[in-house]
């Protein structure tokens, strides 16, 4: 690891992460100072007012969104990624140095604004579980390096930031939507546990855990412990952050010794990108609800596809192939849908 540029860029970056800590210490400590813990009441069925953690984990998350538009945002301009890729620096060491520094940037507001939110909480209330505030902040930190991870890397295969914006918002999706489309055929089951595919958004695990262990900071060990949000709690929301983030240091291991620097601004055209994306977006909706559809519903999905081809093009005349692209999408959910209606009626009665 090149030692004078990690000095440098850590350095470089102190006033962003003072800036991050500053909007940590709005969201939550100042939030903490203003709440008012009273409001409990010690009976079979009591009620503790939220511990507002919650707010925490959602301040931890969002980083893991923003911090990688910051930190590689250099690769979707021409001057700029020509300025770095010239420096003495193997390009191995480059996008590891900016990703610890984009993990630094997110990590030490949330551990300060985390335990100083706890603090507060701790003097002016004994009614929590204090013990419960550790393992979340533990899980918490595996499930941002995961999370920011995968985002970077799908951030980084946009060669404008604009579209890096839009693939982010895409992907944050995409899985869900994949089991969705399954799941919405009667005929076709998945075996899954409760509560399953609340984990497939892929900032769904910060939502699922801080829940879990918001009841267990509240109520564990108490008559009210155990309610909906324990009982119902699936074990892949530890699971799916471990899978983004090996997807993405390997994305972004093997994409970098690869990507050249002439892509910066031009049309994106990764196969992580738009030309799957768009196709596949369009073709998961379809399925989702061809037993269903309208007319007018036909005719709001092409024109929605359209608009995203016009947004990846950036230009109004789309190629022939856009069209051909299309009318598959259209196509193969109906003669999808009946291949497997006919299976499922022929062969699995």
Not at 6 to 20: D, G, P, Q, R, Y
Not at 233 to 239: A, E, I, L, S
Not at 320 to 349: D, G, N, R, V
Request: charged letters at 10%.
């Amino acid at each position: 690891m090149n030692k004078a540029y990690f000095k440098e860029s850590l350095f470089s970056n102190l006033k962003m992460t003072l800036f991050i800590f500053i909007i940590g210490l709005l969201i939550y400590p100042v939030v903490l100072l203003t709440n008012d813990f009273t409001g409990y009441y010690d009976g079979n069925y009591g009620y503790k007012s939220t511990s507002q953690v919650g707010l925490a984990i959602t301040y931890l998350a969002i980083l893991c969104y923003i911090i990688p538009l910051f930190k590689f945002s250099y690769l979707h301009k021409k001057k700029q990624i020509d300025y770095y890729y010239s420096l003495p620096i193997k390009r191995k060491d480059l996008l590891n140095i900016n990703l610890i520094i984009g993990f630094i940037q997110i990590i030490v507001p949330y551990t300060i604004i985390y335990f100083l939110g706890m603090g507060i909480v701790f003097l002016k209330t004994d009614i929590y579980h204090f013990i419960w505030y550790l393992p979340l902040y533990g899980i918490s930190i595996y499930l941002a390096l995961g999370l920011y991870l995968f985002n970077t890397f799908i951030y980084t295969r946009g060669n404008t930031s604009a579209d890096g914006f839009i693939l982010l918002v895409l992907y944050t999706f995409v899985f869900y939507l994949v089991y969705a489309a399954i799941e919405n055929f009667e005929f076709v089951r998945i075996n899954y546990k409760v509560n399953f595919d609340s984990t497939l958004i892929t900032f769904s695990p910060f939502v699922n855990i801080g829940n879990y262990f918001n009841e267990h900071i509240l109520y564990y060990g108490e008559n009210q412990f155990g309610g909906y949000l324990v009982d119902n709690f699936h074990w892949f929301n530890y699971v799916y952050p471990i899978i983004l983030g090996i997807i993405g240091y390997l994305g972004l291991y093997f994409s970098f010794k690869y990507d050249k620097a002439e892509r910066a601004e031009q049309i994106t055209n990764s196969y992580f990108g738009y030309r799957i994306m768009i196709p596949l977006y369009y073709f998961l909706v379809f399925f989702a609800i061809v037993k269903n559809t309208t007319f007018a519903m036909y005719i709001i999905l092409i024109i929605a596809y359209l608009v995203g081809e016009v947004i990846h093009y950036r230009k109004f005349k789309l190629p022939k192939k856009t069209y051909i692209i299309m009318s598959i999408c259209i196509i193969a959910p109906f003669i999808l849908y009946f291949i497997l209606y006919f299976i499922a009626t022929t062969f699995l009665k």
